[in-house]
């Protein structure tokens, strides 16, 4: 199938797209990677009037490191942001993460803040978000603001992006010193979309006793959905906790739904089995990255 038709726009500066937006409002689409949203068109599952190319806005092409964040631009590749040495040392969860979303070809070219603002629950990039607590950066041509992944993802594919508004990046946060964490999901084939995924993060305290732990999941709600732990494992060392009891909490909590691909109760089945295997990963892995620090 082909698109329906639209007015394309190639925008030159960062101003000049957001007065655009600002004339189009709701007619207007950004078009980035275009990974999700090319196929969409020509599914005809969208039909804008109007597509915003900001490709060539090279001031959204940052992958900044600070101390205390990872931010990363609206149109900085996925490929960039998982092979970035810098980004991967302060926050290893990007690349654990990155490395299941589809394939080689397709994180060439789309982008991680396309794949956030897409709120797709079944993306992992929503969900590295909500486990890390991070927010996006809007700006429009009345102003600038920034908005907390609580307040983000309000349901399937709809987000707290207004109209005439362009998301400019988002803002990773890095943990604690002596955390871990830990990527697995399940797929019928490597880069589908998984039948359940989750992100797991345990930090430990000097005594490597758990501080914190808690898991974000993939296809397991309308949004990403986030389970605290620590009342569970916390105050046990990290290689005497109970990941069994972890399991079932993690059952109990989420509420899959049914689709042709899976049952609701084998999705929450997943969920338990990968949570105490998540959780296990990341405590090691939080003692292994101590080691190196010490």
């Known amino acids: 199938m082909k698109p329906s038709a639209f007015e394309y726009h190639r925008p030159e500066t960062l101003d000049e797209a957001l007065g655009v937006l600002a004339e ?18 020509n599914m005809r599952l969208a039909a804008p009037h ?4 900001i490709n060539r806005l090279a001031q959204l092409r940052r992958i900044e490191v600070t101390p205390d964040a990872v931010t990363v631009g609206a149109i900085a590749r996925h490929a960039e942001v998982e092979r970035s040495a810098e980004a991967e040392r302060a926050l290893p969860l990007l690349g654990q993460a990155l490395v299941n979303v589809a394939h080689p070809t397709i994180r060439n070219r789309g982008t991680t803040v396309g794949s956030i603002v897409h709120a797709d629950p079944a993306g992992e990039m929503p969900s590295v978000l909500a486990l890390l607590g991070g927010s996006v950066q809007l700006a429009s041509a009345t102003g600038n603001r920034t908005v907390g992944v609580d307040d983000f993802f309000l349901a399937p594919l709809e987000s707290a992006t207004r109209p005439g508004e362009l998301a400019t990046s988002v803002t990773f946060p890095i943990p604690p010193p002596h955390t871990g964490t830990a990527w697995l999901e399940v797929s019928r084939r490597h880069g589908d ?8 993060l345990v930090t430990l305290d000097e005594d490597l006793r758990i501080a914190s732990a808690r898991a974000t999941y993939v296809s397991m709600g309308p949004t990403p ?6 009342d569970l494992v916390g105050g046990r060392s990290y290689d005497a906790a109970d990941w069994a009891e972890a399991s079932r909490l993690a059952e109990a909590s989420v509420e899959p739904e049914e689709d042709i691909h899976a049952t609701a109760e084998y999705r929450r089945h997943l969920a338990g089995v990968l949570t105490g295997r998540a959780l296990k990963a990341a405590a090691a892995h939080a003692v292994a990255r101590t080691e190196v620090a010490a």
């Open 24 to 41: 189009l409002g709701a007619d207007g689409k950004v078009l980035a990677g275009g990974q999700s949203l090319v196929p969409m068109l």
């Open 193 to 200: 979309y998984a039948v359940c995924g989750l992100g797991a």
């Open 50 to 53: 109007h597509l915003v190319d």
């Open 225 to 230: 959905v986030s389970v605290d732990f620590t």
